[in-house]
């Protein structure tokens, strides 16, 4: 079986950047934004006019900081060719760890939706660059005003723009998608996204205004975030619209530039460019979705998968397994060219690691979290499984200015100070440097360090167990859905074994696996919390005290914490950049020291396996979704491109 580096795609929205982990895509919100994160941050400068009325024909953009890097007469991203082939097909393989779909509806918290329908066939009301920290430009709006106290943001809609069916879309449809994506007929992930607005209100036909419950300067980023669908999906003939989370079977009324063509089974799917797409041209979608069809095949294992690419089947693939990328990805169509291997720059890192579930007695107890980092041996892995292909995570902001290193700043310090007793001591010192066992360290010497821990916090080896003062041992299910991920698990299990910890694990399908995680029924399971270019208001998604007990939320530790509260307020209300990462900087320390997970590992680039009749921009995005990229920016090759590129190949293998 191959080692499977967990770097999955689990979690909540990218909005604007979603890093290729294991997001949540079941709810389609690591979307094609700009640069894959969330970066719904707390600063905001609305370029050009910001609370002054704007003239009709504006095309303004919105800015966190400093100034949009695209002036109002750009044409395109620099990451997308507007010259590229707009004809051509594209075959894909699993769009994430799902195996099977049931649900056309990207919405919903039951099922599992079609592979990247959210992306493909629901447009936005701007779009998010991915070349920059955290900008949009527009889409369906086509400009906006922001009050100046930030109170609200009322958007302008393009009067061109269409929904699939031929009818314009209104600030009615704008609403209804607002007020129905906040209801409990949506995933709570989707309320949780748009929390920050209060209400949505019509001025005119092609004009609303959101009204935020604070003010927040990411909030009209958030708003510009609002996937568009039309309130006659799933309409009956007679006019009666059913309840929303019941449209699961009804294809999409699409706002975006994709049609369903065909749906041959639970694990086919074709996708094809509508003709009549209103906004081709528009600067932010110019050089985008270049493929005429879209077809996605869904294999159960990854082995089927990968020889399937090998044998011509699919024509690109994002491997995250290290093994298979260093050993399978040989044979006679790589020899002649046809298929090719890319190593692509990626922005800041995701924070992956097995994290444990506070709910759980037996973790409530920060020296029992603290002592089962220890037993995890990321060097030998890295060594032995990995072939080097990996770093450590040491940092929730990996690879980002946001993230802690060394002592605190005087800023850090001035946050750090009044939380001091409720905070680790530690986080007033370096930050942590995660264990190691590289000599003259070693795990054995690691588990010396976690059993003197576990026994400060009441737990001793007896009987042949480690048991807590009334003698009930430690028992740990490790809970996974991905076959082959045993081998990252069972190391680590073997060394809880030699601190007499009870652990096994238990692998089950990806279904019953999001149903667990939803509802918080676990003792550890890896997760990826996906990378963001500015830190906002996904951290309260993720760390604040309210989510922990929201059933679906993204708190999955459990993390009630007035402390870890404290900080993210100060992150959400940061007047500038430098306090920003003040803020961030203080509540990594706090939440590395309070050992809410196992810290892994991370790749610090794409790997993409593809056919050589694939083009490509020049430029990679800052930050982006590997499979996203692949799927809204590549294109098919004009046939001399190909052969010019297939005697390349040639010489090359020649030579």
């Excluded at 990411?218 to 006019?239: E, N, T, V």
């Amino acid at each position: 079986m191959n080692s499977v580096p967990v770097i999955r795609r689990r979690a909540f929205p990218r909005t604007p950047i979603m890093k290729l982990v294991r997001f949540r895509r079941r709810f389609g919100l690591a979307r094609r934004h700009g640069s894959l994160r969330p970066a719904y941050s707390a600063l905001l400068v609305a370029a050009l006019c910001v609370g002054h009325a704007l003239p009709a024909s504006a095309e303004l953009a919105l800015a966190q900081y400093d100034q949009p890097k695209y002036p109002a007469n750009f044409t395109h991203f620099d990451y997308a060719n507007p010259d590229a082939p707009a004809n051509g097909t594209l075959s894909f393989e699993n769009y994430n760890e799902l195996q099977t779909y049931d649900s056309l509806n990207p919405f919903l918290v039951r099922g599992a939706p079609a592979p990247d329908i959210l992306n493909l066939m629901f447009d936005t009301l701007m779009q998010r660059s991915w070349d920059e920290l955290a900008s949009e430009y527009p889409l369906i709006a086509k400009d906006v005003e922001v009050a100046p106290d930030l109170s609200s943001a009322t958007f302008h809609l393009n009067p061109a723009a269409r929904f699939s069916n031929g009818d314009p879309i209104t600030a009615a449809d704008v609403k209804y998608s607002f007020d129905t994506l906040t209801s409990p007929k949506a995933s709570p992930l989707f309320n949780a996204q748009f929390s920050v607005i209060k209400s949505a209100t019509v001025i005119d036909k092609s004009t609303i205004r959101f009204d935020f419950k604070h003010a927040e300067r990411g909030a009209p980023l958030i708003a510009g975030d609002l996937p568009i669908f039309s309130p006659k999906w799933g309409m009956q003939p007679g006019g009666k619209r059913p309840p929303f989370d019941q449209i699961a079977a009804t294809p999409p009324i699409s706002s975006g530039a994709y049609l369903i063509e065909e749906r041959k089974n639970d694990k086919q799917i074709v996708y094809r460019r509508n003709p009549n797409y209103w906004a081709t041209n528009l600067p932010s979608r110019r050089g985008m979705f270049r493929f005429e069809r879209i077809t996605f095949k869904l294999y159960r294992d990854h082995y089927t998968q990968l020889e399937a690419f090998k044998a011509g089947d699919a024509d690109a693939v994002v491997e995250y397994s290290a093994t298979q990328w260093a050993r399978k990805y040989v044979g006679k169509n790589f020899d002649n060219g046809l298929l090719k291997k890319g190593d692509f720059a990626d922005g800041p890192a995701q924070m992956q690691g097995m994290l444990m579930n506070m709910r759980k007695p037996m973790f409530q107890d920060p020296r029992v979290r603290h002592a089962l980092t220890l037993a995890f041996d990321y060097d030998w892995m890295n060594r032995m499984m990995f072939y080097g292909q990996y770093r450590r995570t040491s940092s929730y902001f990996e690879a980002s200015p946001f993230g802690a290193t060394g002592m605190p700043g005087p800023k850090e310090l001035a946050l750090l100070e009044p939380l001091r007793g409720s905070v680790p001591p530690e986080v007033f010192g370096p930050m942590l440097k995660q264990p190691t066992t590289i000599a003259p360290d070693s795990l054995r010497g690691n588990l010396r360090v976690a059993r003197d821990l576990l026994a400060q916090a009441g737990w001793h080896y007896r009987d042949g167990a480690l048991r807590d003062a009334n003698g009930a041992p430690m028992m740990i299910e490790i809970m996974d859905d991905q076959p082959g991920v045993d081998r990252l698990i069972l190391p680590y299990m073997q060394a809880l074994g030699m601190l007499g910890i009870q652990a096994h694990m238990r692998e089950i399908d990806s279904a019953l696996y999001e149903k667990r995680l939803d509802n918080f029924e676990y003792d550890m399971t890896t997760f990826i919390y996906p990378p963001v270019t500015i830190p906002g208001a996904e951290l309260t998604r993720r760390f604040g005290s309210a989510a922990a007990s929201e059933v679906g939320s993204e708190n999955y530790p459990g993390i009630r914490s007035k402390a870890v509260d404290s900080l993210i307020h100060a992150a959400l209300s940061a007047d500038n950049l430098e306090d920003l990462e003040a803020a961030t900087r203080a509540l990594d320390r706090v939440l590395i020291y309070s050992f809410y997970l196992v810290p892994e590992y991370y790749a610090p680039g794409a790997r993409i396996g593809y056919k050589s009749t694939l083009g490509h921009p020049a430029m990679v995005p800052m930050s982006y979704q590997y499979e996203d990229w692949v799927i809204d920016y590549w294109y098919t090759k004009t046939p001399a491109a190909q052969t010019t590129s297939s005697s390349a190949a040639s010489a090359a293998t020649a030579h």
